[in-house]
């Protein structure tokens, strides 16, 4: 039987009941919980009551009537400041989205949320639709209304029409085809917790209605894809009709064969092409093209991508024609700014780089990393075929704690690491589980296949910011002092091989004279 959570503001005038004809008549909560009648009646286990204080009664009472019917029903409470306006629309959705958020959490991501719109005030009661329908509710997700006895004679209980259209929906029903698992990632600017994310979402949800090419840096495992459909979700540059958009990965393909995809072909333009094809600038007319690891992108195909952006026509293998095609261009690497420009045609990357963001790793936004997890485990367990790993509250915790306190240097695919960890593990106990999730994180072998020493792994730690967590619980006390010595003798070994090479002083390129280099180079011995 399928699991519901109910969630809803206290009916002050009418819970627990109503009394008319000297006959208690149940409030829209308990005619939720137990009418013959209510779709839920029997299939919800916890409930979270929203009230400010001056309904502490009420919930006192309500809790009781329910605990007297069913003793396997868990009622807690949500507090709202007493000085809040109930009909302030700003500050009650900043307190009724920490209350989803936290319910969501002790609830866990399979457990279907009811939320009851009928109790409370008109604000209350439009935050609800509103929250829901633009997806700041995570699913599974049921918003339901009560009906007063004589109302209507089929239903106690009914479901909320939210069919409104609006870039979460299109972002969530646009699958990406040739796209990896991390794709499936929503993006959801509602829980970022980062200021570093809210900022990026903020330019983007700008940028996205601008018909100019974005270029997308970040590293492996980001979610870069994942971004750039939420890019083309929140912009006007898409076909709705279109429910597999394609993903142009320049690394999968051979030169002739990228051309072919792109640009398509007439019947008899080689051996083989018994029939025309139309290649994706076709396809994404008025829509949104986009090529991942551009920096693959073969030389001269990235000149004649340049005349199809400039001219919006081009011209497919074996044809004498021009065809038009208005596409918007978003393109991605996990390449440096730097090296990337060394890669491509200097004309091209101008051309794509006019907007530049970049999807920063999991280590420099962390507090995005709880949500992110329960999401993960979610699709991971979707994807093995498994059901969902319930970890007790403090289990959880430490999980997500060791989450944070590693590098992830593979970002997201490490997330889907260790959630395949826990759910192979999972029947041979929770903390057998736990652990082998996370030792698989700190292996080495998983961390670029680096085996460093200690020393140099602390200087990679460096270079990428990242943490020494993990360090420190595997190998103790780290010694300072010799990094500090080895890093000296790198230093003066490196700068004297560029001074030879270069045929200059040590003083003029560097702002340490030769002699300090020399003491550097001999204490480290």
Known sequence: ????????????????????????????????????????RDRIDRVMLLKQSRADEKFRELKAEIR?????????????????????????????????????????????????????????????????????????????????????????VGDVNLEIDSFFHAYQQTRVKGAGHVTELLWNPAHLQTNTMRALFRDLSLMAKVKVPILILGERGTG??????????????????????????????????????????????????????????KVLDRDTLFLDEIGDLDRDLQRTLIRAMEEKTFQPLGSTDMVKSDFRLITSTNLGIH?????????????????VVTMPPLRQVRDEIPWIWQRVLKEAAS???????????????????????????????????????????????????????????????????RGLPINREIAYRFAMDQPLTDLVKTHGKLQTE?????????????????????GQVVDNICDRTQRTLRNWKNTSR
């Open 482 to 502: 010799a990094l500090e010595r080895e890093l000296h003798s790198f230093l003066a070994r490196r700068i004297q091989e560029s001074a030879e090479e270069t």
């Open 1 to 40: 039987m399928k699991k519901y959570a109910l969630i809803s503001w206290i009916a002050l005038n009418n819970d627990p009941y109503t009394v008319r004809d000297g006959k208690n008549i149940p409030g829209p909560t308990l005619t939720l919980l137990f009418n013959e009648k209510s779709p839920f």
């Open 339 to 355: 090296d990337l420009q060394q890669k491509l045609d200097a004309d091209f990357f101008d051309r794509i780089s006019y907007f």
């Open 68 to 156: 007297n019917r069913d003793r396997g029903i868990k009622v807690e409470s949500w507090n709202i400041d007493e000085k809040i306006d109930p009909t302030d629309h700003k500050v009650l959705f900043k307190h009724m989205k920490q209350a989803v958020a936290s319910f969501r959490q002790k609830i866990g991501p399979d457990t279907t949320m009811v939320i009851h719109v009928s109790p409370g005030t008109p604000a209350m009661h439009t935050i609800w639709v509103l929250m829901a329908a633009t997806s700041m509710i995570d699913k599974p997700l049921r918003v339901v209304q009560s009906y007063r006895p004589g109302d209507r004679s089929d239903k106690v």
């Open 224 to 281: 870069k894809t994942t971004l750039a459909r939420w890019i083309r979700a929140n912009s006007p540059f898409r076909n709705k009709k279109l429910k597999n958009w394609p993903v142009m990965a320049c690394g999968q393909f051979l030169p002739e064969t990228m051309r072919d995809e792109l640009f398509g072909h007439k019947k008899g333009a080689f051996s083989g092409a018994d029939k025309d094809k139309d290649g994706m600038l």
């Open 383 to 449: 994807r093995t075929g498994s059901n969902m790993p319930e970890l007790t509250e403090h289990r959880r915790k430490r999980l997500i704690q060791g989450l944070i306190d590693s590098p992830l240097p593979g970002n997201l695919r490490d997330l889907y690491r260790t959630a395949y960890y826990l759910i192979t593990f999972w029947n041979l106990g929770e903390d057998h589980a736990i652990n082998r999730a996370l030792n698989a994180l700190s292996n080495d072998s998983l961390h670029g296949g």
